[in-house]
């Protein structure tokens, strides 16, 4: 490891914002207010269930964030869909550099993974602040940093972007393919 480097804890990288715990009789599958994303959410990030609540502790997740589910699975997820609120058992990894997230992402999957490992339960496993506060992590000087976000910050939000034109394509199949399947749109006279 280069002199310049340094070993030290997650909180000199990011921020850890935790979900609030929203009232789940205001939870509701009919659109109303906005969405609130649990940890089953995460993997399709879909939005299943809105609340019409606006919890004082609660956090708007945006396109982009770092997000990991604190029960079950703990992987890092790069949200790829609208704001949503975050609700209790899952958290965001807000990182401290603007550019860094790429940074951050790879440097907690494996710290997550570890744990994931590690923990024995009967039923589901957890993980929690305490946890996190044991993450230790090599920090690479800021020059380094820098070159390593100016290369793949760009990346980062291509993903973010691929994720909405992906659920853009997906809502677009899902209304045409019905209409082709019915004869109600006829393509037999369009030449590919």
Known sequence: ??????????????NIIYGAPFASKQFNTEGNGKP????RDLKDQQFATYTTE?????????PGDIVVGMD???????????????????CVFENKRPNGKAFLYFTIKPLLFAIEQTQVATTVIHIGKKDYD????????SSTLDSFDALT??????IVSNSFENKRLAAMRDTLLPKL?????????VQL
Do not use: C
């Open 1 to 14: 490891m280069p002199t310049s480097w340094t070993q030290t804890g997650i909180y000199s990288l990011a």
């Open 36 to 39: 609130i994303i649990r940890i």
């Open 54 to 62: 606006m919890h004082p502790k609660g956090y708007l997740l945006q």
């Open 72 to 90: 079950g699975e703990f992987r890092p997820y790069i949200w790829g869909n609208d704001e949503a609120w975050l609700n209790q058992r899952v």
């Open 134 to 141: 044991a993450f230790e992590i090599t920090l690479p000087d």
């Open 153 to 158: 910050s760009p990346m980062m939000m291509q």
């Open 181 to 189: 399947m019915s004869g109600e749109i006829d393509v037999s006279s």
